[in-house]
């Protein structure tokens, strides 16, 4: 069965700076991998998807992440954050011919001027 | 915006009584989904349609029930509410590409069962 596991439950940072949040999945079927971030009182917004092709996805808001197949990851990255981008972060993953999509547990993200 | 609304928005109910959440859309998507939302667990699906009258259970779909009686309108209802149901609901309509659903989510109702 698949299975989302987001490395790290907070992560405070200073604004510009650089950031990464780690995510880990598992299955034994080709997956497709979203981020959505969710600001507070709102529901998840996608932040971008990876279905196939370039292994390197970007996304809105300058956001990136890499689909590492041998490492069953995809970590999101973001080269200089802003205090807005202060939100929790959600990882998922969806397997070839299912529609369930499973999420992981979420990175709340802190920008601190 | 993928045109999902939900309603109500936030609600205050007592144990043992039913409550039904509604979830909108102005799209024609097929699939729509019911999530609920709880610290530390991401979202866990409670139940999901695949079209009219089709529906299927999530992992955590014990005291709660669906209906989609039109493409536009999927309905969460539980049956008598508990303290353990206290929790944000989210819908979410599915886009099919390829051989997977992008998901878009609708604004979430905050529902207290006291």
């Known amino acids: 069965a698949q299975s989302v596991t987001q490395l790290d439950s907070q992560v405070p940072v200073f604004e510009e700076a650089p950031v990464e949040l780690r995510c880990n999945y598992s299955s034994s079927v080709s997956v497709y991998l979203f981020w959505y971030v969710q600001y507070p009182n709102q529901g998840l917004q996608l932040l971008l998807k990876?279905?196939?092709?370039?292994?390197l996805v970007k996304g809105i808001n300058g956001f990136e992440a890499e689909f590492n197949k041998s490492q069953t990851s995809f970590h999101l990255r973001k080269p200089s954050v802003h205090i807005s981008d202060t939100a929790e972060y959600f990882c998922?993953?969806?397997?070839?011919?299912?529609?369930?999509?499973?999420f992981g547990a979420g990175t709340r993200l802190f920008v601190k001027a | 915006d993928a045109g999902i609304t939900q309603s109500p928005r936030h609600k205050v109910t007592e144990t043992g009584t039913p409550v039904t959440l509604r979830c909108h859309q102005t799209?024609?998507?097929?699939?729509m989904y019911w999530y609920r939302q709880d610290p530390g667990h991401g979202l866990r699906l409670i139940h999901y349609?695949?079209?009219?009258?089709?529906?299927d259970k999530g992992e955590v779909s014990d005291g709660y029930s669906v209906s989609r009686s039109k493409t536009e309108d999927f309905l969460l209802t539980l049956e008598s509410a508990t303290s353990s149901q206290t929790s944000v609901y989210f819908c979410a309509i599915g886009v099919r590409e390829g051989q997977t659903d992008t998901q878009y989510f609708g604004p979430g109702t905050r529902l207290t069962v006291l």
């Open positions: 349609s695949y079209g009219v009258k089709d529906t």
């Open positions: 990876y279905l196939s092709g370039s292994t």
């Open positions: 799209e024609n998507h097929r699939y």
């Open positions: 998922a993953v969806s397997e070839t011919g299912g529609f369930k999509t499973i």
